[in-house]
Nanobody, 126 residues
Framework: QVQLVESGGGLVQAGASLRLSCAASGFTFTTYAMGWFRQAPGKERDFVAVISRSAGSTRYVDSVKGRFTISRDDAKNTVYLQMNSLKPDDTAVYYC???????????????????WGQGTQVTVSS
């Protein structure tokens, strides 16, 4: 059974940090690029960050560059999103997703991602 399970969300104050985790199972993790997306109420699901197979490449949306870091642990089939200096605009449901990809590919289009987690809520208060 292909599955992605996110954890680590919560309610924090502006300026705080959170680390999201996404545990993958049911597929060959090392052959997939892994991404994080987020969806705020009333808005579309937006790209946040992606990491290629073997962690050779990463890509971020401009609004999180320098604050968020995506990483992966292939031994644990887990991808992480370290979020620092959180802002109220970061409030959203955060989704983990997996995309079958070439070795250094960093897709950002949601249509490239075949598998999605259930999401974890991140709320940043001002």
């Amino acid at each position: 059974q292909v599955q992605l399970v996110e954890s680590g969300g919560g309610l924090v104050q502006a300026g705080a940090s959170l680390r999201l985790s996404c545990a993958a199972s049911g597929f060959t993790f090392t052959t997939y690029a892994m991404g994080w997306f987020r969806q705020a109420p009333g808005k579309e699901r937006d790209f946040v960050a992606v990491i290629s197979r073997s962690a050779g490449s990463t890509r971020y949306v401009d609004s999180v560059k320098g604050r968020f870091t995506i990483s992966r642990d292939d031994a644990k089939n887990t991808v992480y999103l370290q979020m620092n200096s959180l802002k109220p605009d970061d409030t959203a449901v955060y989704y983990c997703a997996a995309a079958p990809a070439l070795l250094r590919s960093t897709p950002a289009d949601p249509k490239s991602f075949a598998t999605w987690g259930q999401g974890t809520q991140v709320t940043v208060s001002s």
